[in-house]
């Protein structure tokens, strides 16, 4: 980042609150991807950082093109974990907050409880047990799918059911992707850091 004057070739330009208003961002975060160069930027004589509102753009182009899910995971990747079994429930948990500092997880004991926690945490991923008391998977799954606003969640869903068991019981829900348990949690680990790979904040 740059010391300069301005003059008549200094480019279009915003302050950091504008940046992060025009980019839905936090200030912090406009001042991360101006640190890692991602948005290009200086500093006046008076001290005062500006933006170059090119750079603003390109990066408004660039998160346009990107998938739906890595869009909002800009500041945080939201993990919810619905499994009725408190030991596996809070083995996942732990395991999906000891990934990164960036992630976020809650742990649910049944379906009623995630769908009322869903539209105050906004999951971006749901790691969901199959069999579970009272309302169990699938029907959670179809719950799900008929909000708009989780259209673009992904449900992964788990079982100790032998496969020959789970067709029995027509399979996996539809749009889901399956885990066999125990959930490997070196690969829960990967997958998670994977997701956050692309981020600018990784």
Not at 65 to 76: C, G, I, Q, T, V
Not at 116 to 123: D, E, G, I, Q, S
Request: with cysteine; charged share 15%.
């Amino acid at each position: 980042m740059k010391t300069c004057m301005a003059s008549h070739t200094t480019p279009a330009c915003c302050g950091t609150s504008k940046a992060a208003e025009l980019l839905q961002l936090s200030v912090g975060t406009v001042q991360s991807l101006v640190d890692k160069n991602i948005l290009h930027a200086w500093v006046t004589q008076g001290g005062h950082r500006r933006i170059t509102l090119e750079s603003i753009q390109n990066y408004q182009l660039q998160q346009q093109k990107l998938p739906a899910l890595e869009r909002l995971m800009n500041d945080r990747l939201r993990v919810m974990v619905v499994d009725d079994d408190p030991v596996t429930r809070h083995l996942l948990q732990n395991t999906c907050l000891a990934a990164h500092p960036h992630i976020d997880c809650c742990a649910i004991a049944s379906a009623i409880e995630a769908l009322l926690h869903l539209p105050v945490f906004k999951p971006h991923i749901m790691f969901l047990d199959l069999l579970m008391p009272q309302v169990d998977g699938w029907a959670l799954v179809k719950q799900v799918q008929q909000k708009e606003n989780f259209a673009q969640m992904q449900i992964i869903t788990l079982s100790a059911l032998s496969q020959e068991a789970l067709q029995e019981r027509g399979g996996p829900p539809p749009g889901t992707h399956f885990i066999q348990k125990p959930v490997d949690l070196g690969w829960l680990k990967g997958y998670l850091l994977g997701l956050l790979a692309p981020q600018a904040w990784a």
